[in-house]
């Protein structure tokens, strides 16, 4: 009879970088059952890999991690004894089966598509890109090719000392634990004959082997582990060796920390030491598992522990990590048919230029399992990617710039072409001008006024090659072979050089937010440059990157850097002394990376796209956790909505002459000191906007749909669609608009030709529709007081109603991310819908404001509600079940309405009392990401410390019912005292 397994999770609060034995409590909490008797695990993704031994490799989805779930199941042939992923394809040591593939491109429906009989006992497994190598028993190790999934080929093979357990490579450098010989090293350089390059000895059996950096950790079941220097892989020299509470049978290690499971569950199950200093590894603390402590994967702040018949212990060991600031973690990715090298996103689309010649549009909803929707060719290889509107703008190297129609994702376009005289090596776009750099003949300014036919307007060479742009206002950032030059561009027919700054090596790549600019300096890293006179910019600080740094975003106070195989995340929040907080390691060179909201998208050379969550690093080192405004600017007349692109800030509203509506422009270049540009005068107030290209859309009343020209800082009004029916929100998809009417419904809009709109009809039935957003051919719509609907409109001329499900409040604006829609319904606060069915919509979750929800944004795991009377809200809505207020800024936002968002930053308009434009740092937010515990009484939330304690005598003293832990509630006694000690080892 199969033992059966469990699955259970952890969570602790507590200190980071505690070093004292007691200080570190690793602890557990939940369980799902698996059916065998788990042996190994790897993390990918949302989705935890079990090897569960004669039950096969087990699918459990853990992206909500105190709820895991398993969902699907492949039965191995012989007896899963290890396991390894690589993108889309799990790699199973079979034991008597040999190697097994498995396709898990859908986790809940994996396929086994390939594989090869080994000739011994497959017992280990590891796969460094198309090269898997199998630990094999009595026969060795193998070396296996795996480039054709469905057909892997034994390669060559060697003969070891005695039986292979466990593999890890590096490369063509491989580490095989053996039973009796101990630590073999092979050089597989040759796969066609792996040699034995050297041999080390261990006391009793090598049970498991595990790779850091030039550290190799030998598992030793006699009762310890030994680590060795590898850094010559043919002279291993040991460091030291640590003795263990039992005998040991997994080891992982990261980051100053290994992680080993021992055998024997009384004793402990998992043990966690500092190995900062591999020659003197210090035992910091331990959690007691049900079952046997076999094998140990790691994922950020937690540990899964393959603890035998008990299955999989999943340990949280936040308290025991080094203090690294944050610890960004691989959320997806997808390898491209060849060499990914450059990315732009825009909403749930990755736009991926690659190293051939294809471009690729990557849906990304669901950043677990991003997929290609549509590809198109190029004339050359990618450089750089820019989208604006529903135009792609790619720099193709020796080819010059070429624009790509992206507004229909699985059908990317070919619009246009423009050879640039050298090498278009990056680009900006603002609004109707693109700037590339184009190395050898400086910058290239050019009219994309019309994306078929880009024309070059001026150029301007500086004193050397220009290898990186951004464009912030009027002004141009180049990085040039010798430093940062800074460029007048308020002429695009005339630029002119207002000043530079010398690195000390070649600047491949620049960002600007406000008045710095972020330059990285090839072998010394980022420097940060206060560009505030232009004339004559000044360095304020450097920090040295991991390895020579390439390309480099801002978002917040953080900068993320590339830097070979690294991506460094920087805290710029003190600009004189920026600092690396966290790095997250790739398989490949770094190529490109781009930022939206928490998630960091990665090029990586060999391996395609990497989607990457660095919610814990936004904000690096902040002093507070809640949403700040940090500028303002007043508004002509009562602002109710207001969207953003770029540096462009756009308002509508009401005029202060009645019945009239009125737009204005704000430059947010410096978000502390936004300024107006333009102002202009509508016939009928103004209910909302939304930026799409250099075009604003906006829904203004009874005078229907307005379309202008914002990409000179200036109103230019295109055209105009009267006679919608009181046009209260409007959504832009590619060459079409959708307006919602308070008298005829939804209503659909050609808008290909700006300055002709052109009416196509309308939703079948005339009703009170507030707002909408639209998502491939499906249109979400927030009908007032009847709910919202869902139609499909990929026919216009007959729209179908696929389902309307009613809300308590008054829907008043909807926004879909992947397969979940937001609706503000006033007073009845925010609801979470699942509509991953269209025709059944079901509410997962509600959630109170303080306010009445009026307008929403949605960005990661965060929704930010304009909430009339509570100002800006965010919510954390991870966990779709049960969403939670993370933090608000009320200031004298009593009637918030409209919220838009850019990276991270928020703008807000009031129309009462303050009349003006709310800019708002919300970088910290992420902080709060991990908090948990109702004993965190006082800042910092999530640390549990001397504060709180305070806290919360001073709450017992004074009989505060909010300190109540314990019931009954609101009678404060001697349980609540309890529950509060019980809460500073983990969370009540």
Not at 338 to 355: E, L
Not at 457 to 483: E, H, K, M, Q, R
Not at 681 to 702: P, R
Not at 781 to 805: C, E, N, R, Y
């Amino acid at each position: 009879m199969k033992a059966s397994g469990l699955i259970a999770l952890a969570c602790v609060c507590g200190c980071v970088g505690m070093s004292a034995a007691q200080d570190c409590m690793p602890e557990i909490i939940g369980s799902v059952d698996t059916p065998g008797y788990a042996r190994a695990a790897v993390k990918a993704g949302d989705y935890l890999y079990v090897a569960d031994q004669g039950a096969g490799l087990r699918v459990i989805d853990v992206s909500v991690p105190d709820m895991p779930v398993e969902i699907a199941s492949v039965d191995t042939p012989g007896t899963a004894w290890d396991v390894a992923v690589v993108g889309n394809l799990a790699y199973i040591a079979d034991r008597t089966t040999g190697l097994l593939v498995v396709d898990v491109a859908n986790p809940a429906a994996p396929v086994s598509v390939g594989v090869v009989d080994t000739p011994g006992e497959a017992m280990g497994v590891a796969v460094v890109g198309t090269t898997a190598y199998i630990a094999d028993r009595q026969c060795g190790l193998h070396v296996i090719d795996v480039s054709t999934p469905g057909n892997p080929v034994i390669v060559g093979s060697v003969v070891l000392p005695d039986h292979a357990l466990r593999v890890v490579a590096d490369g063509t450098d491989v580490y095989v634990a053996t039973q009796n010989a101990g630590l073999v090293v092979v050089d597989a350089a040759d796969p066609s004959d792996p040699r034995i390059a050297a041999v080390r000895g261990t006391t009793g059996r090598a049970v498991d082997v595990a790779l850091d950096g030039d550290d190799v950790y030998i598992a030793d079941d006699s009762g310890s582990f030994i680590v060795y220097d590898v850094a010559d892989p043919s002279n291993p020299v040991m460091h030291g060796a640590e003795a263990t509470d039992a005998p040991p049978r997994g080891i992982r290690v990261r980051d100053g920390r290994a992680y080993v499971a021992e055998a024997e569950s009384d004793i402990a199950g998992l043990v966690v030491y500092d190995v900062d200093d591999p020659t003197n590894p210090v035992r910091l603390g331990a959690v007691v598992t049900p079952g046997m402590g076999l094998g140990v994967a790691l994922n950020g702040s937690r540990v899964f522990v393959c603890d035998g018949s008990a299955g999989v212990q999943v340990v949280d060991i936040y308290t025991c990590l080094p203090d690294q600031g944050c610890m960004p973690e691989l959320l997806g990715s997808i390898i491209t048919p060849v060499d990914a090298a450059a990315v732009d996103v825009v909403g749930s689309f990755a736009y991926v230029g690659v190293q051939g010649v294809n471009f690729h549009v990557i849906d990304i909803s669901d950043p677990a399992n991003p997929a290609i929707l549509g590809s198109t060719v190029l004339a050359s290889a990618t450089e750089a990617v820019a989208v604006s509107g529903s135009v792609a703008y790619v720099a193709v190297g020796d080819a010059g710039l070429q624009t790509v129609n992206v507004s229909d994702p699985s059908n990317p376009v070919v619009l246009g072409v423009l050879d640039t005289p050298d090498f278009a090596f990056q680009l900006a776009v603002v609004g109707s001008t693109a700037y590339i750099a184009d190395v050898a003949s400086g910058l290239q300014i050019v009219d994309v006024s019309d994306p078929s036919n880009p024309t070059v307007s001026s150029s301007i060479n500086p004193s050397s090659d220009v290898f990186g742009v951004a464009v912030s206002g009027a002004t141009a950032y180049l990085a040039t072979g010798d430093g940062l030059s800074i460029v007048d561009v308020s002429d695009p027919l005339n630029p002119s050089v207002l000043g530079s700054v010398l690195a000390t090596d070649f600047t491949f790549d620049v960002a600007v937010s406000g008045s710095i600019a972020y330059v990285t300096d090839d072998d010394n890293g980022l420097l940060v440059v206060d560009v505030s006179d232009p004339m004559n910019p000044v360095i304020l600080g450097a920090e040295v990157t991991t390895s020579d740094a390439i390309r480099v975003a801002v978002s917040g106070a953080v900068a993320y850097v590339t830097a070979d195989q690294f991506l460094d995340i920087i805290d710029v929040s003190d600009p004189a002394n920026p600092t690396i907080v966290g790095t997250f390691t790739v398989e490949d060179f770094t190529v490109d990376l781009a930022i939206a909201g928490p998630i960091a998208y990665l090029t990586d050379d060999d391996f395609g796209l990497k989607i990457i969550d660095v919610s814990s690093c936004w904000g690096g080192l902040c002093e507070s956790v809640d949403p700040m405004i940090v500028g303002a600017q007043p508004v002509f007349g009562l602002p109710v909505a207001v969207d953003v692109s770029g540096t462009l800030v756009c308002t509508v509203g009401q005029s202060p002459s009645i019945g009239m509506g009125a737009a204005q422009l704000f430059d947010v270049s410096n978000p502390m000191a936004p300024f107006s540009l333009d102002v202009f005068n509508l016939s009928n107030t103004a209910w909302d906007v939304e930026i799409s290209g250099e075009n604003a859309f906006v829904a203004s009343g009874n005078g229907g749909l307005i379309i202008a020209d914002i990409s000179g800082g200036f109103f230019n009004t295109l055209g105009t669609l009267p006679g919608t029916g009181n046009a209260r929100g409007v959504a832009v998809s590619g060459s079409m608009a959708y307006v919602a009417t308070s008298a005829n419904g939804l209503r659909f809009i050609d808008v290909s030709d700006p300055n002709a709109p052109m009416s196509l009809g309308g939703s079948l039935a005339p009703t009170d529709t507030y707002d909408a957003d639209v998502v491939g051919s499906l249109a979400y719509v927030a009908d007032g007081a009847v709910g919202i609907k869902i139609i499909d409109v990929s026919d216009t001329a007959m729209p179908t109603t696929l389902a309307s499900m009613d809300t308590p409040g008054i829907a008043l604006d909807i926004k879909v991310s992947g397969t979940t829609a937001y609706v503000a319904d006033f007073d009845a606060g925010l609801h979470i819908v699942d509509v991953s069915d269209p025709t059944s919509p079901a509410i997962i979750s509600t959630l109170d404001t303080p306010g009445a929800a009026y307008e929403i944004r949605v960005s990661g795991p965060f929704v930010y509600v304009a909430d009339e009377g509570g100002g800006l809200q965010v919510v954390d809505a991870r966990n779709p079940a049960s969403p939670r207020l993370l933090g608000g800024v009320v200031g004298d936002m009593a009637l918030a309405r409209g919220v838009a968002l850019s990276g991270a930053v928020a703008y807000v308009v009031d129309p009462t009392p303050s009349l003006d434009l709310k800019v708002i740092d919300v970088s910290c937010m992420g902080m709060t990401l991990d908090t948990c515990g109702p004993a965190d009484c006082a800042l910092p939330y999530g640390v549990i410390d001397y504060s709180d304690v305070y806290a919360f005598l001073v709450a017992f003293s004074s009989g505060d019912p909010m300190a109540d832990l314990s019931a009954p509630i609101g009678v404060f006694d001697y349980l609540d005292v309890f529950e509060f000690l019980a809460a500073l080892g983990g969370c009540p």
